[in-house]
């Protein structure tokens, strides 16, 4: 997209959260970048904008009709649709300067611009809007944060346990597909136990380093480059008590087996990344493998699920 969208144009409407996943496919193959955010939490129920960003003036015509199309099939009327041009920004700066500190359970994320007071009796981590995924704010982030807050409130400790193998570095858990490192980070500062994680990026591994390291976690975070989990590292340190894996559906479907194999017997998975509409292809093909459902996080139209071995 040209000077990150300076100078560009969005396209947008307003819909109910359940309607979503209709009017996400209006822009999908048109947009260079269709994003979901709340538009207004004071109304019941919360409605949302789903938002194309396009280089050039988009397709009025022809977005017009999709939308048309799209609330016939759920018989609704059809919202507005809302065109505007964008001027151009800095948005890592615009986005530091609006990332507002985020509760999420006993997690409580914010950015360097939060000086306090902060609440008590919480587990606080210190994450800047950055080039890699995962700030907090996103609603599969934060039903994972959620998650991870339920799973460590029922258990001392990690679940599941390495059975006890003598090794001179022991991971509790696999964050697969780590972004910023707030889950592996969020992880590590619970439990003061050892987190492996992982992505294919290497601008995420590098961004989770200098996060592990801002928070005072280096010693706990080992952030590695990885495939899926084609890396030996993954592998070698297996089983894990919990993997958390922030991705997309149809990749973690692909990797059901692969990821099913690093769990220790009684350990849990927290799958999230994908929609409501993708929610059945995802639990499918963990029940394959073996795994049961023991929690649903849903926030409109994000899912989180935790599954046990």
């Known amino acids: 997209m040209a000077g990150e969208f300076g100078g560009a144009w969005s396209a947008r409407v307003i819909v109910a959260a359940d309607q979503t996943p209709a009017f996400e496919r ?17 109304q019941k129920p919360v409605l949302w904008a789903v938002e194309g960003m396009f280089d050039a003036a ?18 609704i009327a059809a919202p507005e649709l809302v065109l505007a041009r964008v001027l151009a920004k800095d948005w890592l700066t615009e986005t530091v300067t609006h990332f507002p500190p985020l509760r999420a359970g006993r997690y409580y994320i914010h950015g360097d611009h939060v000086r306090g007071p902060f609440p008590t009796g919480i587990v606080r981590l210190t994450i800047n809007a950055a080039t890699a995924f995962g700030s907090g704010q996103h609603a599969s982030t934060m039903g994972c944060l959620l998650a991870l807050d339920s799973l460590f409130r029922r258990t001392s ?53 200098y996060n592990a390291a801002r928070n005072g976690l280096t010693g706990l975070i080992a952030p590695v480059m990885s495939d899926g989990c084609g890396h030996r590292t993954l592998g070698r340190q297996a089983p894990y008590g919990f993997i958390t894996a922030n991705i997309l559906a149809r990749p973690l479907a692909a990797m059901a087996a692969d990821i099913a194999a690093l769990l220790a017997p009684g350990g849990c998975l927290i799958a999230a990344g994908f929609v409501r509409r993708d929610e059945a292809m995802v639990l499918n093909a963990y029940r394959m493998q073996g ?14 699920l935790v599954l046990r071995r």
């Not at 209006?26 to 004071?42: C, I, N, P, Q, T």
């Not at 988009?58 to 018989?75: F, I, M, N, Q, Y």
Request: glycine residues 10%; proline residues 6%; contains cysteine.
């Open 157 to 209: 400790a990690a679940p599941g346990r390495n059975g006890g193998r003598n090794r001179r570095r022991s991971f509790a858990g696999l964050d697969l597909g780590c972004g910023t490192g707030i889950l592996g980070m969020a992880a590590a500062k619970t439990l003061r136990r050892p987190i492996l994680c992982a992505d294919i990026d290497p601008e995420a591994v590098r961004v989770t380093r």
């Open 58 to 75: 988009p397709p009025r015509a022809e977005l017009t009709a999709r939308v048309d199309l799209a609330a016939s099939a759920l018989g």
């Open 26 to 42: 209006v822009f999908e193959d048109l947009a260079g970048v269709v994003s979901l955010y709340e538009w207004d939490d004071r």
């Open 291 to 304: 795994l049961r459902l023991v929690r649903r996080i849903r926030i409109a139209p994000w899912t989180t």
